[in-house]
């Protein structure tokens, strides 16, 4: 419920800097636990008492992000400019991937492939996508739009700036969007796109890079200022959380943590942080 975070007691529980020596660009919360990976091109697996194992030999590709395999295999590195994981294997003939959940994987030219493979028909590159089992949603820099797609249905709507960040909540299936004005707004699919409210939530003093839904109601923003901000969906001019500079750096990776009510952030200078309910 949301009442985890009203107390305003949302206090760091863990916080690790020695894993990394590099800014760290993707995590992955699977089995228990925590997979990072970083400009070194280090891929580590931590468990909840934050300590790390090295998984493989470092990749030394910027564009790494992890990639989790179907089935109970461990997760691998992907890297995003040839589509090569670190076994060897090639993604599908993927190339410029701009983003990795899970087993599914998207191109900047709407090519995809998991479960199963196909194309996105977007115009224009792609920039930015999140999903929500057979839906998919994409952020096309080129014409300003974001897309809706399942099987069945589609539509796009186009956005008032730049967008910077994008993620669903699984249960509602609103999408949250953060664009370069700095300002947050959410959508829906209704027979294609809509927006849910006209409030645009603006609180952050730089670029928002990331967003994470915490439940429902609650959702988790982060960027370039270091802050961590947790917002209620009836509240958006008045947040329910704020951790001011939660990072000396940028922070670049949100993820769920271990335990209910709990997020991890992790930053361009290798240090990941674990936040939760006290």
Not at 66 to 87: H, K, Q, T
Not at 109 to 121: A, H, I, S, V, Y
Request: proline share 4%; glycine share 10%.
């Amino acid at each position: 419920a949301i009442a985890v975070l009203d107390s305003r007691t949302w206090k760091q529980a863990g916080t690790t800097s020695n894993g990394h020596g590099k800014g760290i660009v993707d995590l992955l919360l699977s089995n228990g636990h925590l997979y990072s990976c970083s400009y070194e091109g280090k891929l580590l697996k931590w468990d909840s008492s934050f300590v790390a194992e090295e998984c493989g030999q470092p990749q030394p590709f910027a564009a790494n992000r992890i990639y989790m395999g179907a089935g109970d295999c461990e997760p691998v590195l992907l890297n995003c400019f040839e589509g090569r994981l670190s076994n060897g294997q090639l993604l599908g003939g993927l190339k410029d991937i701009v983003g990795v959940e899970g087993d599914f994987a998207l191109s900047s030219t709407g090519d995809f492939c998991g479960e199963e493979r196909g194309m996105l028909p977007v115009p224009g590159a792609i920039r930015h996508f999140c999903r929500r089992a057979s839906e998919v949603f994409a952020y096309s820099a080129t014409k300003g739009l974001l897309h809706f797609q399942d099987w069945k249905l589609k539509g796009s709507i186009e956005v008032p700036a730049p967008i910077t960040a994008m993620s669903v909540e699984g249960a509602s299936g609103l999408v949250a969007t953060a664009d370069e004005q700095r300002r947050i707004r959410l959508y829906r699919a209704v027979d294609g796109l809509a927006l849910f409210q006209k409030t645009q939530w603006c609180h952050h003093a730089s670029r928002i890079d990331q967003l994470l839904w915490l439940s429902p109601e609650v959702l988790v923003s982060a960027g370039v200022d270091g802050d961590l901000i947790a917002w209620h969906i009836s509240q958006p001019n008045a947040p329910l959380q704020v951790v001011k500079a939660a990072h000396a750096a940028p922070i670049t990776k949100l993820s769920h943590g271990f335990g209910a009510a709990s997020v991890i952030s992790a930053a361009s200078d290798g240090t990941i942080r674990h936040w939760r309910q006290e």
